[in-house]
C-alpha cells in the first residue's frame, strides 16, 4: 500500500537457500534486516511512519529472550518487540497471513499500545497471549520447522 515494509529476518544456514531468501523478499519491495545489530534502523523506520515486521514465534536463547508462558509452557521468546515498541511508543498490531478458498490474506488483531508498561516479559506475555488464541483460531495452519518449547542453552557468543 505504498508504505515501506521492514522485516527482521535470521540467516540461513544453507548459504544458497539464504541468498535466495533474501533476493525475493528484496524483490517484493521488503526491507530485510538481519536481527543482530538491526534496532537503531528499524527504530528510525518506525519514526517515519514505516512498518517493522517481527516474528515472535521463533525460540530467542538469553539474553535476548526469556522464558514466557505459550500454551502453559515456557517458551524462550524474544523480547525484542517489547523493547522495540518501548523506546519507539510505537504500537504493535498483531498480523497473521492466512489461508483461505481464495487465496492468502492478511488478519490484523487489536492494536497493543506499549503505554507506560516498563517490564518487557510482561508486554512479551501479552503478545504471546494474542499469538496463542491466533493460533487457536487456525491452528490448521500453524507450522513450525523448529522445536518452539526446546530448553534455554547458554548463548554461545558468551552473553
Do not use: C, Y
Request: glycine share 6%.
Amino acid at each position: 500500500r505504498g508504505v515501506p515494509l521492514h522485516v527482521v529476518s535470521r540467516r540461513l544456514r544453507a548459504a544458497r537457500l539464504d541468498r535466495a531468501w533474501w533476493r525475493f523478499r528484496s524483490r517484493a519491495g521488503v526491507r530485510l534486516h538481519e536481527a543482530r545489530g538491526s534496532a537503531r534502523a528499524l527504530a528510525a523506520a518506525l519514526r517515519s511512519g514505516e512498518v517493522v515486521a517481527l516474528v515472535l514465534d521463533q525460540h530467542a536463547p538469553a539474553p535476548d529472550g526469556a522464558p514466557v508462558p505459550f500454551f502453559g509452557e515456557p517458551a524462550m521468546t524474544s523480547l525484542a518487540l517489547a523493547r522495540l515498541a518501548r523506546a519507539t511508543g510505537a504500537p504493535v498490531l498483531p498480523a497473521f497471513l492466512l489461508r483461505d478458498d481464495e487465496g492468502l490474506h492478511v488478519e490484523l488483531g487489536d492494536a497493543i499500545a506499549p503505554g507506560s508498561a516498563t517490564d518487557r516479559v510482561a508486554l512479551t506475555r501479552r503478545f504471546n497471549s494474542v499469538l496463542e488464541q491466533a493460533v487457536r483460531n487456525h491452528a490448521d495452519q500453524w507450522f513450525w520447522w523448529h522445536r518452539r518449547w526446546k530448553p534455554n542453552k547458554p548463548n554461545p557468543r558468551g552473553a
